[in-house]
């Protein structure tokens, strides 16, 4: 089988639980099949995905000029997008070019499935192709900023969490309805989505473990096995309709 899988913001090196998650859940599917994996990202990132060309068959980078976090230039970046729609987050990382690439290569190859790794990456998927497409989501984010509105004490920050709660959840609406299947991390997660979707469009694919049976050691081999294992079940049977 051949799997587009779409990254936004990078994907190494591994210092957060998502790029973890789906670092090894790649890995695990790349030995397998024949993975492409499409990612755009600030250019000083660029390097660290070089590891990627010894596990996917295929590595396709989109280097972005973005501003360093919480500088001067974002905040002037983020003032000047206030009447989009969109969340900041993909605003910030679904530019123009990075869309018009990821279709050519779409276009350009013959996948079976195409695995949009966070809700961030929708913004550029051609989601008006005929290629299955799989919606990865590592959390309710329009939650995320729920909370952060809510305990926000700074008025500036409570008024800027409440549109990023607003927009985002407008975008998940949206992305998770394009979407042929939607992957939750957890029941409760899928629970809320299914407020939103059709329950048949949702499976859970759950990170964890019984921790009365694997070992730490076990763990870091195990939970990307029974995580690839999964979503091979379930992209297999996209690819199949």
Not at 37 to 55: C, K, M, T, V, Y
Not at 56 to 77: F, I
Not at 121 to 132: E, F, K
């Amino acid at each position: 089988m051949r799997i587009l899988w779409v990254k936004a913001g990078g994907l190494l090196p591994l210092d957060s639980g998502g790029k973890i998650r789906s670092f090894h859940i790649l890995r695990e599917l790349a030995k397998l099949h024949a993975v492409t994996f499409f990612g755009f990202h600030a250019r000083q990132d660029n390097p660290a995905h070089a590891e990627l060309n010894s596990i996917c068959e295929r590595v396709v980078c989109v280097p972005l000029e973005l501003p360093a976090p919480k500088s001067a230039a974002e905040l002037l970046q983020y003032a000047r997008g206030t009447l989009s729609p969109d969340p900041y987050a993909i605003r910030k990382y679904c530019q123009p070019r990075v869309a018009k690439e990821l279709r050519q290569l779409v276009e350009s190859g013959s996948y079976d499935v195409i695995v949009c790794d966070f809700l961030v990456a929708a913004g550029v998927i051609p989601w008006d192709v005929a290629c299955p497409k799989v919606l990865f989501t590592h959390n309710v984010e329009a939650m995320i900023w729920k909370r952060h509105y809510e305990v926000a004490r700074n008025p500036l920050w409570k008024l800027l969490s409440w549109r990023e709660w607003r927009a985002m959840a407008g975008a998940e609406n949206q992305y998770l309805k394009k979407a042929d299947l939607v992957l939750a991390v957890s029941q409760a997660d899928c629970n809320v989505f299914a407020e939103l979707i059709p329950p048949e469009k949702l499976v859970v694919i759950a990170t964890g473990v019984d921790v009365d049976t694997v070992t730490a050691a076990e763990a870091e081999r195990v939970i990307p096995e029974a995580a690839s294992v999964a979503l091979e079940t379930v992209v297999s049977a996209l690819a199949d309709r």
